[in-house]
């Protein structure tokens, strides 16, 4: 009995229940970069995604406790209440929790609340984890070390939300009751506003001059040069007409011309550094058209991965940046690939690049996660835009860490008759970091070869010419260049320029055109009403001083809601002064005319809309006829010229209201200014090489008028059958 007893004991002792391995939720904040990070973590841990904010201030109401030291409302996010329960749900089984949203303020407010709301549901630890790249090692890293949320980056978080909570608050009911029901202002986008409003007055205002170029081509052998006039009797000639063209023409024609010098110069061309955030959207603008918003789309999909054969790989690292700098992994991992595919173009040094002034440098710079993942290599599980904004960014890496391209310009002179013409052109002597790229090649750093010619050498003048050009006035915001201004002003940080673009064209206070930004009607009213009222609010200076300040919260330099009171109580004031002196302009924009509603005869309203002015009969709702504002005088009848669209293709064109009597019609925009030579309306032309400028819409008239644009005959007249095909006339109004 007792052997039997010892055998058991020891079974017992065998069947002792095992440790039960640890089961981690790990919680991210889109299902893409949760698909991703499960994969490489494996078994033992969950991950999931929360969307974005759970928690966050409400959206019907300030939210804001001013006396309560301006303490934020926070409250479960409409319909995102099944979400966090899940959420709590898998916390209360889960042994670990780690919060895993993005490494920015915004990202550390989510794991904030997060953590907030899962710890009184679940006894499992609680930290934080950051990563600047989705990669098996990064991601493995990040969890081996976990940290605690940083309270100071979520302090700054909330003192942006309830500052921009106050300033939008008090200022839009100030809309409201002095412009138009639903409108609404931003501490931010009406600085944006601002400046958008502030360029197009200047544009309104500018005149362009008239000034001509006189080329000439010349032979040798069977080599033809290409050149332009560069002196004329020892002086810089300021050719202010075709006619003072075509007099040094007369005085030259006969001349005999020679080479008179050949000057050759060399110069280095530097790679630039890898992109930031606005550096990559000034970029993607200028070389692929891609809007702000959509560049930021497609870099997020490259950042929390793409699907290559049955691995997902996030192929950049962290896209809302204002850093340069390199981790030293990418740097060896660059110079080694570099060494392998193109060893003669690698410094003997790896290149450092200087980290701007200002600059948080919370994350390195954008790049590529994996060189070896060439754009060749991946282009088959890209789409086409994909693929662009991926090349743009490995491009711009790698070359970052290349060494300069040697340039050789060749400049000839060629003289005679006292004129000087001259033609250069540039080749490569080296390559460099042209070796690897592609959508990055600066058209003005190379060019075609110039024939073989020595001093002396007598050529053959073919033909002289004379070109047409105008001054261009100040260019109207892109893209690009609206958030390279936001940037050297200060105004708003890299995960806010593509949304503060969006914001605008969102509320229709801008639209664009011709991939320009353009203040709509609306837009340049409430700029107007906002610069004027709150000069030292709806500026840059203030703008810039606010985001110093969020930095300095960041730092745990600044208590958040000190400043946030140091700014209310002054602002507070000025918004009760304005709300009782600022005239109203709601009886001014829906304004009695004195035409009658050709359907009902009542009295026609000029109102404002999200497109501008209209006219809508006082009827309404029992009349709902709209029509557009005349903009200009028909130059053939007398009639009105109205904004109009053709019905099978919906394109906007301008026409006279006495159609089809009369079938008056441009393409470009009529300007309310007359011609000083002809009496015919200004009209508003584009093109890439002279921008937008002003020209006389008569054919016939040669003011500010270059024949080049002009919509031709045919074109008018398919736009005319187009809309003539419906039977009817519709003007567009709202």
């Known amino acids: 009995m007792a052997q039997s007893k010892s055998i058991n004991q020891k079974l017992s002792v065998k069947k002792a229940p095992k440790k039960t391995k640890k089961h981690v939720l790990v919680i991210v904040e889109s299902p893409a970069k949760a698909k991703t990070i499960e994969h490489y973590l494996g078994?033992?841990?969950?991950?999931?995604?929360s969307m974005g904010h759970l928690i966050d201030l409400p959206r019907s109401r300030m939210g804001v406790k001013i006396e309560e030291n301006f303490q934020p409302e926070y409250i479960t996010v409409r319909g995102r209440a099944a979400?966090?329960?899940?959420?709590?749900?898998?916390?209360?089984?889960?042994?670990?929790?780690?919060?895993a949203s993005d490494n920015d303020r915004e990202g550390e407010a989510i794991a904030w609340h997060l953590s907030k709301a899962l710890s009184p549901k679940t006894d499992a630890t609680i930290q934080r984890i950051v990563f600047n790249e989705i990669t098996p090692?990064?991601?493995?890293?990040?969890?081996?070390?976990?940290?605690?949320?940083?309270?100071?980056?979520?302090?700054?978080?909330?003192?942006?939300?309830?500052?921009?909570?106050?300033?939008?608050?008090n200022l839009s009911p100030i809309l409201w009751k002095k412009v138009k029901n639903g409108l609404s202002a931003g501490r931010v986008q009406s600085v944006a506003l601002r400046l958008i409003c502030e360029r197009e007055e200047e544009l309104e205002n500018f005149t362009p001059e008239e000034f001509w170029t006189l080329n000439a081509d010349f032979t040798k052998a069977r080599s033809k040069l290409k050149t332009q006039l560069v002196l004329f009797d020892d002086k810089k000639p300021e050719l202010k007409s075709e006619s003072e063209v075509n007099a040094i023409i007369e005085k030259i024609k006969e001349a005999e011309f020679s080479v008179q010098s050949i000057k050759e110069s060399d110069r280095s061309a530097k790679p630039k550094p890898p992109f930031t955030t606005s550096k990559m959207q000034q970029s993607s603008a200028n070389r692929l058209g891609f809007t702000s918003k959509k560049t930021m789309q497609i870099a997020q999909e490259l950042y929390e991965g793409i699907t290559i054969d049955s691995t997902r790989v996030g192929l950049i690292t962290y896209m809302r940046t204002d850093s340069v700098r390199i981790s030293q992994t990418a740097l060896d991992d660059v110079r080694k690939w570099l060494s392998k595919n193109h060893p003669d173009s690698l410094p003997e040094e790896q290149i450092i690049y200087t980290v701007g002034k200002g600059a948080q440098?919370?994350?390195?710079?954008?790049?590529?996660?994996?060189?070896?993942?060439?754009?060749?290599?991946?282009?088959?599980?890209?789409?086409?835009?994909?693929?662009?904004?991926?090349?743009?960014?490995?491009e711009r890496f790698v070359a970052s860490q290349m060494k300069d391209a040697k340039i050789r310009t060749t400049t000839i002179d060629i003289t005679g008759g006292n004129a000087v013409f001259r033609v250069s052109a540039s080749r490569l002597l080296e390559k460099g970091f042209y070796e690897i790229v592609k959508l990055l090649v600066s058209k003005k750093d190379v060019s075609e070869s110039l024939p073989a010619l020595k001093i002396g050498d007598v050529v053959q003048s073919q033909s002289f010419y004379g070109e047409q050009h105008f001054t261009q006035g100040p260019a109207r915001y892109s893209d690009?260049?609206?958030?390279?201004?936001?940037?050297?002003?200060?105004?708003?940080?890299?995960?806010?320029?593509?949304?503060?673009?969006?914001?605008?064209?969102?509320?229709?206070?801008?639209?664009?055109?011709?991939?320009?930004?353009?203040?709509?009607?609306?837009?340049?009213?409430?700029?107007?009403?906002?610069?004027?009222?709150?000069?030292?609010?709806?500026?840059?200076?203030?703008?810039a001083d606010v985001e110093n300040k969020l930095d300095l919260i960041d730092q745990n330099k600044l208590v958040w809601n000190s400043m946030i009171g140091d700014f209310f109580v002054p602002f507070k004031k000025q918004v009760e002064n304005v709300m009782d002196t600022q005239e109203s302009l709601k009886g001014t924009?829906?304004?009695?005319?004195?035409?009658?509603?050709?359907?009902?005869?009542?009295?026609?309203?000029?109102?404002?809309?999200?497109?501008?002015?209209?006219?809508?009969?006082?009827?309404?709702?029992?009349?709902?006829?709209?029509?557009?504002?005349?903009?200009?005088?028909?130059?053939?009848?007398?009639?009105?010229?109205?904004?109009?669209?053709?019905h099978n293709r919906g394109k906007e064109f301008f026409g006279c209201t006495n159609y089809p009597e009369c079938d008056?019609?441009?393409?470009?925009?009529?300007?309310?200014?007359?011609?000083?030579?002809?009496?015919?309306?200004?009209?508003?032309?584009?093109?890439?090489?002279?921008?937008?400028?002003?020209?006389?819409?008569?054919?016939?008239?040669?003011?500010?008028?270059?024949?080049?644009?002009?919509?031709?005959a045919a074109e008018n007249a398919a736009t005319l059958q187009d809309f003539a095909a419906s039977q009817e006339i519709v003007d567009k109004g709202e």
Request: with cysteine; net charge positive; proline share 5%.
């Open 43 to 49: 078994s033992g841990y969950t991950v999931k995604a």
């Open 83 to 99: 979400l966090l329960h899940e959420l709590q749900k898998d916390a209360k089984n889960s042994d670990e929790v780690l919060l």
């Open 137 to 169: 090692i990064a991601i493995k890293e990040a969890v081996k070390h976990p940290g605690e949320i940083d309270e100071a980056k979520v302090n700054a978080q909330k003192a942006r939300r309830v500052l921009d909570r106050l300033v939008g608050y």
């Open 361 to 394: 440098d919370a994350h390195e710079c954008i790049r590529p996660t994996y060189v070896s993942y060439t754009p060749e290599v991946v282009a088959k599980y890209l789409t086409n835009d994909q693929l662009k904004l991926y090349t743009l960014v490995w």
């Open 480 to 543: 690009a260049s609206m958030v390279k201004t936001l940037e050297e002003k200060g105004i708003g940080r890299p995960s806010t320029y593509a949304p503060i673009i969006s914001v605008l064209l969102d509320r229709y206070y801008v639209t664009r055109a011709n991939k320009q930004l353009v203040p709509t009607q609306l837009g340049k009213i409430i700029s107007k009403i906002l610069v004027e009222s709150f000069p030292d609010v709806i500026n840059e200076h203030f703008t």
């Open 589 to 646: 924009l829906d304004e009695v005319t004195e035409m009658k509603c050709e359907k009902c005869g009542r009295p026609l309203l000029k109102k404002l809309g999200r497109f501008g002015f209209f006219l809508a009969c006082s009827g309404f709702p029992e009349c709902r006829n709209t029509k557009s504002i005349p903009l200009a005088h028909c130059p053939k009848c007398g009639g009105d010229i109205v904004a109009r669209r053709t």
């Open 664 to 712: 008056f019609i441009t393409h470009f925009k009529p300007l309310d200014v007359c011609c000083p030579k002809c009496g015919w309306f200004l009209v508003e032309k584009y093109d890439k090489k002279n921008g937008s400028y002003k020209s006389c819409i008569n054919p016939d008239c040669d003011y500010l008028h270059s024949g080049d644009e002009e919509q031709t």
